[in-house]
């Protein structure tokens, strides 16, 4: 197993990290998700202990609380010592019928915090995140609560999930300007099935050392191996059931009729050439896997063992390239003659046109 710092810390996290959304089940929108019960989230958390993974993510509104009493309880059941894993989990989500059961108001955050803690039966949470973006609460007001978490010792780093990146780094201008705690790290979907933030997000992380840790890494699935383009719903399969995150299915196809021969070449899965490719993205800190049953965990583990090559990685990242937008595509048209006065700009358009017709 590898380890990067999370963001601009000095904590020191696995590079894989292990996602308990499965954990538990419930009603609704959680029952896709597994149903993975006591006995096999031990199990599951003692491989990835291990193997030497020590990062664990979870959420408040994971089957509604569910999953932070199963993780709390397999490290009971388990003997490991506090010390040893890095927790992380978030709020925001709606947690009762109450106006005030959702969000990141100072009032929600301190009390999803304490219910939190109770549940995963720790007095401290290493990473605490807010889930989503409230479009009500004031920013300044939930970077206070967060900073006032931060001083308390029931946190010790914060960071965010789902957020644009204009309010990232409103985020992060105002905890400098104000000496509060700021986000270490953003929690974000990416996949080489769907490279949207590395137009504005990657770049905002890469200047202000903000750590990046994947969720849905296989594009819930669609990247498991079990899809192609003449396979595309098939059986006990979550994606099959619900169809999120939203990608380009005909790009994904091409993309995955890219990663099959070298998935063959390393003698190897679709999906661990899905999880190595991210790995070896620099802005990476960790990728978060989850796992309903010890095979796919297993499979996933093994992905820190591949090492692309560099050719590999020009095809996929070739064959997954995003399609040029606005000002992306300005930018190093006017810039390309910026360090070499013989760059023919003109030429390079013409040619760049009569390519593409």
Aim: proline content about 4%.
């Amino acid at each position: 197993m590898k380890y990067k710092t999370l963001g601009d810390t000095g904590l020191l996290v696995s590079t894989l990290c292990f996602g308990a959304m499965t954990f538990h089940g419930g009603q609704g929108l959680f029952k896709f998700m597994g149903g993975t019960q006591q006995d096999e989230a031990d199990e599951l958390i003692k491989k990835c202990v291990d193997k030497g993974i020590n990062f664990f993510d979870t959420a408040d509104i994971y089957s509604e609380g569910g999953s932070e009493e199963m993780l709390g309880q397999s490290f009971r059941n388990l003997g490991i010592q506090r010390k040893d894993v890095v927790i992380a989990t978030k709020c925001y989500g709606r947690m009762g019928p109450g106006h005030n059961d959702i969000g990141a108001s100072r009032k929600h955050i301190m009390e999803a915090v304490d219910a939190s803690l109770r549940r995963l039966q720790t007095d401290y949470i290493d990473l605490y995140q807010i889930h989503g973006t409230d479009t009500v609460t004031p920013l300044e007001e939930t970077l206070r609560a967060l900073d006032t978490l931060v001083q308390q010792g029931k946190v010790r780093y914060v960071g965010c999930s789902n957020w644009a990146a204009w309010k990232l780094q409103r985020a992060l201008d105002v905890s400098e300007f104000k000496n509060l705690a700021r986000f270490d790290t953003l929690q974000a979907y990416y996949s080489i099935a769907g490279r949207d933030l590395e137009r504005e997000l990657v770049p905002l992380m890469e200047n202000s050392k903000t750590g990046l840790l994947v969720w849905s890494p296989l594009a819930g699935g669609l990247l498991s191996g079990k899809f192609d383009r003449n396979n595309q719903k098939p059986e006990n399969s979550r994606r099959s059931e619900f169809d999120f995150p939203i990608v380009d299915k005909e790009r994904v196809w091409n993309i995955i009729d890219v990663m099959r021969p070298i998935a063959n070449e390393h003698n190897t899965t679709v999906a661990r050439i899905a999880l190595a490719w991210l790995l070896a993205k620099p802005v990476v800190t960790s990728v978060i896997i989850g796992a309903k049953n010890m095979k796919q965990l297993e499979d996933n583990i093994g992905a820190v063992d591949i090492e692309l090559t560099d050719y590999q990685i020009a095809a996929l990242d070739e064959a997954s390239e995003l399609p040029p937008e606005y000002p992306g595509w300005m930018i190093p048209f006017q810039s390309a003659d910026r360090l070499d006065p013989t760059y023919d700009r003109w030429a390079a358009v013409k040619e760049q046109l009569t390519a593409t017709k």
